[in-house]
């Protein structure tokens, strides 16, 4: 087990922030848990677990210890038109999502080029173009913090909904997922949900696409519309899409007849944060070393040098201004360190 001291922790974040751990491990194996959390000094510190640093913005250094998940290996297993898929939680998400599209295993290619590693995908449920996490999410295996024990969850267990899971609510901070088994299929039907896959199909006059064409045209909407963090520090959506009663939504709509939503849960209806910012005049703003993206407003962005903090105060500005033009507060997606 080696520990080391006064780690950067720029490069393993993907806003680029300047920010420094004051322990730092990398975890190999469960075994490597198992020790750690054996150790009754390091048991008791304030810890950080650490997987892609893609939904995380440092306002200070951690004072404490940062557990960098660098579990690997990718398996699968065929039962009929199923495809058991297991991989590590230090695989980094889009490795997996080219691996399974390489084999022909449908299921991740409307999630490809999602920043992150697998074993930070179901805490938050990720999702894009049509697809969450949890239409593909078959179980994970995690380690009990509290016991030292190793546990399987399965779906259901995982309690998952938009942008959410056991891992952010009930049991926040209880378990480190270690590996995670995905449900895929040799049958593929392509999911075309998201209007503009589409119309960039049509465009390319493809009338039959196979799971390559899906993820090269979700691979060129994203690129599109958000930045490549390794050239902008950036986290991706920074507030989460909020999700209204429909009595308020009617309301809203009768001030805002063109405001932006989609269908939720019964009773709910979920607004585009993203127009709403730009409505606000937000869009392609530059304040200082940060801003919104100019093709997604609800995409934060570090210039180069800004600091957590400049980044967390900008947040609130736009977080004040939706507030007071459609009385709506927006949640912020990424965690706040
Ligand atoms: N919109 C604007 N202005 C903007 C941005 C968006 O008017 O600056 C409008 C768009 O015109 C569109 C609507 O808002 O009608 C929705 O925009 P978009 O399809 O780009 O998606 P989003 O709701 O802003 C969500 C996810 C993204 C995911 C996309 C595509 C959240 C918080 N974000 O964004 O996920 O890629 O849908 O499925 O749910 C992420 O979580 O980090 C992320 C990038």
Excluded at 64 to 75: A, F, K, R, T
Excluded at 270 to 280: D, R, S, T
Excluded at 312 to 318: A, D, K, L, Y
């Amino acid at each position: 087990m080696t520990i080391q001291e006064n780690v950067s922790l720029k490069t393993l974040n993907t806003f680029g922030v300047s920010a420094k751990a004051r322990l730092f491990i990398d975890i190999n194996t469960e075994e490597d848990l198992k020790d750690l959390f054996a150790d009754e000094q390091l048991k008791n510190l304030p810890h950080l677990v650490l997987g892609g640093g893609s939904n995380m913005l440092f306002t200070k250094d951690f004072d404490g210890l940062v557990i960098h998940m660098n579990i690997h290996g990718v398996s699968n297993r065929t039962e009929g038109d199923d495809v058991y898929v297991t991989a590590g939680g230090g695989e980094v998400w889009n490795d997996l999502v080219n691996y399974t599209i390489d084999n022909e295993f449908a299921g991740t290619e409307n999630l490809s080029l999602i920043p992150g590693s697998v074993g930070a995908s179901p805490v938050q449920n990720i999702g894009a173009y049509g697809v969450e996490l949890m239409d593909i999410f078959h179980s994970c295996r995690a380690f009990e913090i509290s016991s030292g024990n190793m546990r399987v969850f399965t779906k259901e267990e995982c309690n998952f909904s938009y942008r959410d899971s056991v891992f952010k609510s009930a049991y926040k901070g209880h378990y480190i997922i270690t590996e995670v088994t995905f449900k895929l299929s040799k049958a593929f039907s392509p999911n075309v949900t998201y209007g503009a896959i589409q119309h960039e199909l049509d465009n390319r006059k493809i009338s039959s696409p196979t799971i390559n064409d899906i993820s090269s045209v979700v691979s060129f909407i994203r690129v599109s519309k958000l930045p490549d963090p390794k050239t902008i520090g950036n986290a991706g959506s920074f507030f989460k899409n909020p999700i209204i009663p429909v009595g308020k939504f009617i309301q809203l709509q009768s001030n805002f007849p063109d405001i932006v939503h989609y269908p939720s849960t019964a009773g709910f209806i979920k607004l585009a944060a993203g127009w709403m910012i730009e409505q606000c005049g937000w869009k392609g703003k530059v304040s200082g070393n940060t801003g919104t993206w100019k093709n997604q407003a609800l995409v934060l962005v570090n210039h180069g040098k800004a600091t957590g903090n400049e980044i967390f105060n900008f947040s609130g500005e736009i977080i004040k201004s939706v507030e007071s033009r459609f009385d709506i507060t927006l949640e912020r997606e990424v965690n706040i360190i």
